[in-house]
């Protein structure tokens, strides 16, 4: 019987490769596996970390340009000026009043955009200028507010007429120059205007043989002083230029200050890093 076991052993032994043994080729395989787990795991980490830099690095860039907007426009808004002042109207609704003075008093409010070009090449014009998605953001407590756009008459620039009134918007083309009455601006750069007229505010009534002085004193003579007349403002401003559109949301506050007592106040806005412009798509 031991004969015949060891026979078997060792013709089993017979058969098995030289150098062979189950136990150790067992975990070279496993060892061989793990190996390249690791190596596949390394690849997908260093993947997922590379995605991860490219999305922080999008999203930083997206930030930066709507904080930003465009840094390489051909053309900028260099100033926004506006005039206040007041004056009277003569009032024709009622006809009955026989004093020397009957007039409405409206406050009025000149903007003025200048834009000025960057860019050294010839070939970029501005093809227009567009005001539009006009918001009274905040409402006068004396008033109503009406924006108008110059009048094609000669001598006023503005006219309290329905037919200048802004409907929606107000567009400007481009044009050798600026001209408010054809409602051009010059191609190569120049201005654009609007007025914002806070209308029949109170009534001026008077039989004294005196000189009226159409400004903002006018205001005080009626009653009423500068807090009851200042509201706010909200719209878009649009420039295209060679076919890209350029647009800022701007906010203003109207009119200028002491106005009760300088009768014109002029604001020079220069500073326009709240005004951002970004493409439209």
């Given at each position: ?31 061989e ?9 390394i ?51 009622d006809?009955?009043e ?76 481009g ?5 408010p ?13 609007l ?10 009534i ?9 400004d ?20 878009d ?10 647009k ?8 200028c ?25």
């Amino acid at each position: 019987m031991v004969i015949t076991r060891l026979t078997r052993n060792q013709l089993a032994g017979e058969n098995r490769p030289v150098g062979s043994n189950p136990t150790v080729s067992a975990n070279l395989s496993v060892g061989e596996k793990m190996k390249t787990s690791m190596k596949d795991l390394i690849k997908m980490i260093a993947l997922i970390s590379i995605l991860l830099i490219v999305i922080i690095v999008v999203i930083m860039i997206v930030i930066q340009y709507q904080i930003e907007g465009e840094k390489d426009m051909p053309y900028k808004l260099s100033k926004i000026t506006i005039i206040s002042t007041a004056e009277g109207e003569q009032n024709t609704d009622d006809i009955e009043e026989t004093a020397k003075w009957n007039l409405y008093v409206n406050q009025n409010n000149d903007v003025y955009f200048f834009i000025d070009k960057k860019s050294a090449k010839d070939d970029e014009f501005i093809e227009n200028v567009t005001i539009e998605n006009i918001n009274i953001t905040k409402q006068p407590l004396k008033g109503n507010i009406k924006m108008y756009m110059p009048s094609s008459v000669e001598g006023r620039t503005f006219l309290y007429d329905d037919s200048y009134i802004i409907d929606g918007k107000l567009e400007y083309k481009g044009g050798k120059t600026s001209n408010p009455k054809i409602l051009e601006i010059g191609s190569q750069g120049g201005s654009a205007i609007l007025r914002f007229s806070n209308t029949q505010i109170g009534k001026f009534i008077s039989n004294e043989n005196i000189e009226v002085k159409h400004d903002g004193t006018l205001i005080s003579k009626v009653g009423i002083n500068e807090d009851e007349v200042k509201f706010q403002v909200n719209f878009d401003l649009i420039i295209q230029i060679n076919g890209i559109k350029y647009k800022s949301n701007i906010y203003l506050d109207l009119p200028c200050n002491n106005l009760c007592t300088e009768g014109t106040t002029t604001k020079e806005i220069t500073d326009m890093s709240n005004i951002v412009f970004k493409r439209v798509k």
